[in-house]
């Protein structure tokens, strides 16, 4: 089986608080088992030490992430572009994160 793999682009403006904006990769699989984690209710997520956006409930959260599939050429393209090793993702099967991308899920 040919692993697939999903590009996360997650950006959100709250107001006069702050802006987020990062990515994620994840092997698709993966991916799917972190959404199914994903709080049903309402929750907080914590960005640094004392910074927290609250989210109504897993589809508010959702509602700021696109998804997107992705090749592993792309990936490779991706990492050298922002001179990170795509090794660590195609090879160990962890994840890339870049800028302030949180997740919460009991399942990550």
């Avoid at 692993?3 to 709250?14: I, N, Q, T």
Wanted: proline share 3%; hydrophobic share 35%; net charge negative.
């Amino acid at each position: 089986m040919i692993d697939e793999y999903v590009l996360l682009v997650s950006s959100g403006d709250w107001g006069d608080e702050f802006d987020l904006e990062g990515f994620a990769i994840f092997k698709k699989e993966t991916w799917e088992e972190v959404k199914e984690g994903i709080p049903d209710k309402g929750f907080e997520a914590y960005y640094g030490s004392n910074e927290f956006v609250t989210f109504e409930d897993k589809a508010d959260y959702l509602s700021h992430i696109e998804e997107k599939p992705v090749t592993v050429d792309e990936i490779k393209s991706l990492c050298s572009f922002l001179n990170i090793r795509p090794d660590r993702l195609l090879n160990s099967g962890c994840d890339i994160t870049y800028g302030l991308f949180v997740i919460k899920s009991e399942n990550y």
